[in-house]
């Protein structure tokens, strides 16, 4: 059985695809972005890291227009996202799928009918019922999970969960992939499954992905560019050799683990 399709694009590998322009978004008092500018090239996996509260899930909501931008410009394959219709906003999302964190399936539903759901919602006029369950084979198989379409999500381990999801995403041939927090609460083994998949879909497919994570792990091993994010802008933006050479000192910190000093609990009990 073939492998799913590479998204059919004629523009070139390496061009910009998505680009943060002079983005700012705040809640009430609460500055996320002061001034947010990045730039992802089609074909490539940018991982974005930052504290929690930095705004990496903020961000990837503001591209698919679950939330709105406060100012700036957010580009999808040069068309401003900010400036969308929803009908226009629907087929941005047809283009571009998000993993969600915790896999979010349907216990309800079977493994199989999970990975059709999104078929069914967007192709239920174009897509026979023999095309649907070709689709969901051929993306369970791609995961590494062929021949579970009637098991349910409650018998499924944690990560053969998050593969379930991924395989649900990978049946609409999206262009680009969001993956929120792919490893989180997995074990190494799983973890490293995680990786291999990101990597392994991004070759074979040339999906351009954009990775939010804390795992350093994860993130040197997907990656072809790394973003780091912090004070409503970027801190830096490069390959995973830039990142290793920084001196930056706020990257330095989240990279090797350091805690701020006003986290020491130590040193706070010794001064009170």
Known sequence: MSQLAAPNVQKRMGEPFVRFVHVKKAFGPKIIYSDLNLE?????????????????????????????????????????????????????????????????????????????????????????????????????????????????????????????????????????????EPTTGLDPVNTARINHLIVGIQRALKLTSVVVTHDMGTAFTVSDRLTMIGRGRVLLVGTKEDFRATSNPAVRDFIEGNAPESEDVAALLSSS
């Open 40 to 180: 992802l090239r089609r074909g490539e996996t940018m991982t974005v890291m930052g504290a929690s509260g930095s705004g990496k899930s903020v961000m990837l909501k503001m591209l698919i227009g679950l939330m709105t931008a406060d100012e700036g410009q957010i580009l999808f394959d040069d068309r401003d996202v900010t400036r969308m219709s929803e009908e226009e906003l629907s087929d941005v999302r047809r283009r571009i799928a998000y993993l969600f964190q915790g896999a979010a399936l349907f216990d309800s539903l079977s493994v199989g009918e999970n990975v059709a759901y999104g078929l069914r919602e967007q192709f239920w006029n174009t897509m026979s019922e023999g095309e649907i369950q070709g689709r969901v084979e051929q993306s369970l198989e791609l995961v590494g999970l062929p021949g579970i379409q009637v098991m349910r999500p409650s018998d499924l381990s944690g990560g053969m969960r998050k593969r379930v999801g991924l395989a649900r995403t990978l049946a609409l041939q999206p262009e680009v992939i969001l993956y929120d």
